[in-house]
C-alpha cells in the first residue's frame, strides 16, 4: 500500500565523501530524460512566456527592468545549473544544494539575493503513496528562478494569473512572485492533508468492523508517511517566519501581510500532523486491544466447553472402568440414564453460564 518511506529519508550522499565543498554532484534519482527551461517576463502592461533550448538564453534577463521568473524542471544536469549560479552570482554552496535533493527545507539570506528550499508533495495517480521533490527558489531583485525534480508542478494557477493578468500578481514585485510560489505549494499540502484524513477514517472503519492481519502493516505504513510529512512542513514554519523577519531589501512591506497568511497556514497544517499522529497512535492502541479482546473471547468459548464436558468426561471415564461388580452395568436402563443425565449437566451448565453473561 505505501512504499519507498527510507528513500523519502534519507539520500546517498557517499559519492561526496572526500570532495571540496561546492562540488556538484547530483544526489537524487537517477533521471535521462531531457531538463525544460522556461521563460515568463512581465510587469504590469506586458507579458512573455518562452521555452528555451539552452541555458544561455536564460542569461540576459537578469538585468531586465521587468520581473522575469525561470524555471527549471530537472536538475540532474548539473552544468545548466552551474551556467546560471555563475552568471547570477549563486554561492556554490547554494548551488550544491540546489542539485543535492536531500535538503532540509530552509532560507538563507545572501543579500543580493535569498535562497528557498523546500519539499513539494503529492499523491501518485491511483495510489496511496504521498510523492516528494526538492523545489528550490532564488529570489532576486527583479527576479525569481526556481529549480525542480520533475517537469509538473502546482504552479499552474500561477502561470494562468500571470497570463491572463488576474489579481495583484502583475502589478508586484519578484517577492510577491516569490511568496506566490511558496502559497501554492503550501496550499497543495492542504490536499495531502485531506487525503490523510480520509485514509486515517477508513482505518478507523477497519478496525471497528473487520481488523485483519493487514490492517497492523497499514497503520504502521501510515505513521511512517506522517512522520515524513512533519519532517517536510515543520522546518518550513522556520523558513516563512524567517522571510516575515527578514530585514532584506529584496522583500516589499506589502509582502509581510502575504507571508503571514502563509505562515498561519503552516501552523495550521502541523497541528493538523500532530493530531493524525496522536489519532493513529490510538488507533494502533485500539488494534492491540481488539486482538488481545477477540483472543480473550476465543479462549473465553473454549475454556467454556472444556468446563462442561468436564463431568460428561468425569461420567463417561468412570463407567468406562468396565469393573465386574459395577451395578449399573447390568441395569438395562443404565445407557439412557446416562445419556439423561448428561444432557441435564450440559442444560443446567449453559443456563448458569447464560445467566452469568459468559455466553
Not at 125 to 138: L, P, R, T, Y
Not at 256 to 276: P, R, S, W
Request: charged share 25%; proline share 3%; net charge negative.
Amino acid at each position: 500500500m505505501w512504499g519507498g518511506i527510507i528513500r523519502k529519508l534519507f539520500h546517498k550522499t557517499s559519492e561526496k565523501a572526500g570532495l571540496a565543498p561546492g562540488s556538484l554532484i547530483h544526489i537524487g534519482e537517477e533521471r535521462t530524460e531531457k531538463p525544460r527551461i522556461s521563460i515568463i517576463d512581465y510587469d504590469k502592461d506586458s507579458y512573455q512566456e518562452y521555452v528555451v533550448e539552452n541555458v544561455e538564453e536564460c542569461l540576459p534577463f537578469k538585468d531586465h527592468p521587468t520581473v522575469t521568473w525561470i524555471n527549471v524542471d530537472g536538475i540532474h544536469q548539473v552544468d545548466i545549473i552551474e551556467k546560471l549560479g555563475k552568471h547570477f552570482g549563486l554561492h556554490p554552496l547554494v548551488m550544491e544544494d540546489i542539485v543535492h535533493t536531500g535538503q532540509r527545507p530552509k532560507m538563507e539570506d545572501y543579500d543580493s539575493y535569498i535562497y528557498i528550499v523546500l519539499k513539494m508533495l503529492w499523491f501518485r495517480n491511483g495510489e496511496n503513496d504521498v510523492k516528494a521533490e526538492q523545489v528550490s527558489i532564488i529570489l532576486g531583485n527583479n527576479f525569481v528562478i526556481s529549480f525542480q525534480e520533475l517537469e509538473g508542478d502546482t504552479f499552474n494557477s500561477i502561470r494562468e494569473r500571470l497570463r491572463n493578468s488576474k489579481g495583484r500578481i502583475r502589478l508586484m514585485g519578484a517577492d510577491y512572485l516569490a511568496y506566490a510560489l511558496l502559497d501554492s505549494i503550501v496550499d497543495n499540502y492542504f490536499i495531502i492533508i485531506e487525503k490523510f484524513g480520509e485514509i486515517i477514517e477508513e482505518l478507523e472503519e477497519e478496525l471497528v468492523e473487520n481488523p485483519e492481519s493487514g490492517t497492523l502493516q497499514n497503520i504502521h505504513d501510515l505513521k511512517k508517511e506522517i512522520i515524513y510529512l512533519r519532517k517536510s512542513v515543520w522546518p518550513l514554519r522556520d523558513v516563512i517566519n524567517g522571510l516575515q523577519r527578514s530585514e532584506s531589501d529584496l522583500i516589499e512591506d506589502t509582502t509581510f501581510v502575504f507571508l503571514k497568511d502563509v505562515y498561519d497556514h503552516t501552523i495550521q497544517i502541523a497541528d493538523t500532523i500532530e493530531t493524525y499522529r496522536d489519532i493513529l497512535s490510538g488507533i494502533l492502541d485500539v488494534y492491540l486491544s481488539s486482538v488481545s479482546n477477540k483472543m480473550n473471547e476465543v479462549m473465553k468459548t473454549l475454556t467454556i466447553i472444556a468446563t462442561i464436558f468436564i463431568p460428561l468426561t468425569f461420567l463417561a471415564g468412570m463407567y468406562g472402568m468396565n469393573f465386574g461388580y459395577m451395578p449399573e452395568l447390568g441395569w438395562k436402563w443404565g445407557y439412557p440414564a446416562v445419556w439423561i443425565i448428561n444432557i441435564l449437566i450440559f442444560i443446567s451448565m449453559y443456563v448458569y453460564f447464560r445467566k452469568k453473561n459468559w455466553l
